[in-house]
């Protein structure tokens, strides 16, 4: 998995270097006399705040100008956004809420969990994959899309 947390802050180039790595699942490195050729089959995840102030409480404290938001996020360019797999819009949490008890699962369940996924669980013995790797029609049996905003 690559986790780029504040993907916008980024630079433009980085960003759009990752699209063929992300497209072949490899990386290659060419030189004068050679080329090396390493495997890089990944999951990108990017997080990102709706505008470049980052205000706490969300869009009713943001003091950006429309302008500002849409050149924020538009660094992040149709094609790299195209192999994300998934799109979720979170809503502020209130810091209380961050120290309130918690109900949680222990560390220990969800290793446990984790390491029962990795089996071979006799659909093909592999666990799904990445974006265009696998049919759909099973996500849409077990979760409800929406469109995105």
Not at 50 to 79: M, T, W
Not at 105 to 120: M, T, W
């Amino acid at each position: 998995m690559l986790f780029l947390d504040e993907a916008p802050e980024f630079s433009v180039a980085a960003l759009e270097a990752l699209r063929q790595p992300l497209e072949e699942g490899v990386v290659r490195i060419s030189r004068s006399r050679a080329e090396v050729v390493y495997p890089a089959r990944t999951q990108l995840v990017l997080a990102a705040n709706p505008c470049p102030c980052a205000k706490p409480g969300g869009d009713q404290h943001c003091e950006c100008a429309p302008v500002a938001r849409r050149r924020y996020l538009s660094r992040l360019s149709g094609p790299l956004l195209d192999r994300v797999d998934l799109r979720v819009m979170l809503d502020p949490v209130r810091p209380a809420a961050l120290l309130g008890e918690h109900d949680g699962e222990s560390s220990e369940v969800v290793a446990a969990r984790v390491v029962r996924r990795q089996r071979p669980d006799g659909r093909g013995g592999r666990p799904p994959g990445r974006r265009g790797e696998g049919p759909a029609e099973p996500i849409g049996r077990s979760v409800a899309l929406s469109t995105y905003r």
